[in-house]
T-cell receptor, first 116, second 111 residues
């Protein structure tokens, strides 16, 4: 069975600085997808970025980038130029190819606090 | 564009009472639909998913059930709520590559 581990319960960053949120995963499958979601205090889950296991380049979406290191089974999220609105809970998740899309396994999350 | 609606936003129910949470999706046909639950301060756990009308798969045995009476409607139910059913319930549909798009969630408190 697959597993997602987020070892940072909480992270603090100064506004306009970059921050890296860690995520490691465990699976024996060769084909999988990795996701990051943001959950503000309102509770909604917002999709941020996706990385496929066969993608050779790291995914980027605006200020978000995913540092994918396949051999180390890590998929860290990098947020550049942090903003106060980035304060939220962040979840890393994984899906396996061949299973029903959307059956994601989530990590426990990291609370990010951006200080002015 | 696709939108997903989920209601109610909050719900307080006594132990032993029934439950019905509804979710509807607009702007897409025959979507895969999901119910996830989030315990306080924790990650999400998949409860049910559906690939079509009347097709429900359960991921964990529990006091809950799901139904899909229409293509874009997904309902989470319980006949008798338990204290352990408290949590934040999220409905979602899956797009390209399995990306999940979530509703705004229902905070359920069972007292």
């Amino acid at each position: 069975a697959q597993k997602i581990t987020q070892t940072q319960p909480g992270m603090f960053v100064q506004e306009k600085e970059a921050v890296t949120l860690d995520c490691t995963y465990d699976t024996s499958d060769q084909s999988y997808g990795l996701f990051w979601y943001k959950q503000p205090s309102s509770g909604e889950m917002i999709f941020l970025i996706y990385q496929g296991s066969y993608d050779e380049q790291n995914a980027t979406e605006g200020r978000y980038s995913l540092n994918f290191q396949k051999a180390r089974k890590s998929a860290n999220l990098v947020i550049s130029a942090s903003q106060l609105g980035d304060s939220a809970m962040y979840f890393c998740a994984m899906s396996l190819a061949g299973t029903s899309y959307g059956k994601l396994t989530f990590g426990q999350g990291t609370i990010l606090t951006v200080h002015p | 564009s696709q939108t997903i609606h989920q209601w109610p936003a909050t719900l307080v129910q006594p132990v032993g009472s029934p439950l019905s949470l509804e979710c509807t999706v607009e702007g897409t046909s025959n979507p895969n639909l999901y119910w996830y639950r989030q315990a306080a301060g924790r990650g999400l756990q998949l409860l049910f998913y559906s690939v079509g009308i009347g097709q429900i798969s359960s991921e964990v045995p529990q006091n809950l059930s799901a139904s899909r009476p229409q293509d874009r409607q997904f309902i989470l139910s319980s006949k008798k709520l338990l204290l352990s059913d408290s949590g934040f319930y999220l409905c979602a549909w899956s797009g390209t590559l399995g990306t999940l798009f979530f509703g705004s969630g229902t905070q359920l408190s069972v007292l």
